[in-house]
């Protein structure tokens, strides 16, 4: 029973956070968005960031690699001139750069790599926010559209127009009050017999109590002999 009930109260929360986020839907979207421009903007800092160091460490292995080759010249001229002794010191000292530079080289294929990899983190990051904006502006223009015909059908709607259609049916369902007072008369002269005397009287049997048409054309017509 307690599991029965945890499921239909999980069912339950979902179905009304399902509500909510249909009814606050552009809302979300704008935050996403806003969220994910939050990110982007990050990233493309964080990106400029390594490009800076990127560049620093490229600048600073060319100045060593530089260094290296005017102390390697310089040290092939000391042993040219017999000076043993500095081209040793020239050459202990450019195995610690070259080292160097080989520190410094590995550093920047590392930092290219980095710098590779968030470009193009970057970059279908800006796309797919291009492509999210394009969707919200369509997303709102649906729920305008929704909201219109929602107020439309408010107006409008199939209650209004079921309890029009009632009212309708109602008015010509109810009775003539004039065709039932001469029903009511009709009722009234066969009870008392009068309508019989009408009728005869029509017929030919005795005088007529009302003036009938047959009686009017009679007389139009003895009128113009």
Known sequence: MFRTLTTLLSASNAH???RLRDT???ELIDQNIRTAEARLKAAKATLAS???RQRMADAALTQLNGRIS???RRARQALAAGQDAMAQEAASAIAQMENEAAHRAQTCATLDQRVLRLRTSVETGH???IDLRQGAAQARA???EQDIQMRLHQQTGDTG???AEALIARVLEQSDPFEKHEILQELNAELSHDGLTDRMADAGFGPADRVTPAAVLARLTSNQD
Request: glycine share 0%; proline share 0%.
């Open 161 to 163: 127009a079921d309890a």
């Open 142 to 144: 649906i729920k305008k």
């Open 16 to 18: 009304a956070e399902t």
């Open 24 to 26: 606050f839907a552009i």
């Open 127 to 129: 796309r797919r926010l």
């Open 50 to 52: 390594l490009i800076q």
């Open 70 to 72: 005017d102390l390697t």
